[in-house]
């Protein structure tokens, strides 16, 4: 009989292993351990509703931006303050639709015309800091007629399309999928009714023909899930109720 003290009981494989067992045996169960726990992550979840079929987006009329544009999530903003060089530069709006600006911190673009920003920098920057500050606020790059994508993708960014195309089709313009995808967690942004709002949908299903791969729309903005995409990126994931019919974010 085997002493207690020199025997390791694996539960759920029966498996009775002495202690003094060759240390690549040890190894080989360990890196087993590692893939299992590895596999848990590729898994369905977070609370943006799956596989629910999107609207059609918002009409685009235009292609050049129109006076009245409103600034969208992943636009890209060029803002000057005079005999400001800290304060000027280029300004990535996120997927919530704001930027972060030194000294004003933390501001909603989105939804706003470039004027109107420049009147409320323009505000903010004088009530406490400046006087008389001369701003102005420009589109560098817009989303209207590209379909941007990121997250746990290759090579993310915004790529021009002249109409529908599928998710997969999408995902492939950036390379596909990383190593640290979760391919059954991708997001998909659009503005419809003038709301930006948002569906799930697993990639993998997709790939194996078990569900419907869904058109994207110049607009669109896709997100893959991934162990290291950014913690904004998570928390809108992670924002949505698990049974809610497309929603604003």
Request: aromatic content about 6%; overall charge neutral.
């Amino acid at each position: 009989m085997v002493p207690k003290s020199s025997t390791l009981v694996l539960m759920r494989g029966a498996v009775v292993l002495p202690v003094h067992a060759p240390h690549r045996l040890w190894a080989c169960l360990s890196i087993a351990g590692l893939i299992v726990l590895a596999g848990c992550a590729d898994t369905r979840g977070g609370s943006i509703p799956y596989d629910k079929a999107l609207s059609a987006p918002d009409e685009t009329r235009f292609q050049t931006l129109e006076t009245n544009y409103k600034i969208a999530p992943m636009d890209k903003l060029s803002i000057k303050v005079f005999k400001m060089e800290d304060l000027s530069g280029d300004y990535d709006v996120d997927l919530a639709g704001n930027i972060s600006l030194p000294l004003v911190g933390q501001i909603q673009a989105a939804n706003l015309t470039t004027a109107q920003l420049d009147d409320q920098l323009t505000r903010m920057l004088g009530a406490k800091y400046l006087e008389h500050p001369d701003v102005s606020v420009a589109i560098k790059a817009s989303t209207a007629h590209v379909v941007t994508v990121d997250g746990a993708v290759k090579e993310g960014g915004s790529f021009p399309v002249g109409g529908p195309i599928s998710l997969i089709q999408a995902v492939a313009l950036a390379k596909g999928t990383s190593e640290d995808a979760n391919a059954r967690r991708v997001a998909v942004f659009r503005t419809i009714g003038g709301q930006r709002q948002a569906a799930a949908f697993d990639l993998t299903s997709i790939r194996r023909g078990e569900a419907p791969d869904p058109q994207i729309y110049p607009g669109d903005i896709i997100v893959v899930d991934g162990s290291a995409i950014k913690a904004a990126q998570k928390q809108i994931f992670q924002s949505f109720p698990l049974l809610s019919i497309f929603r604003p974010f």
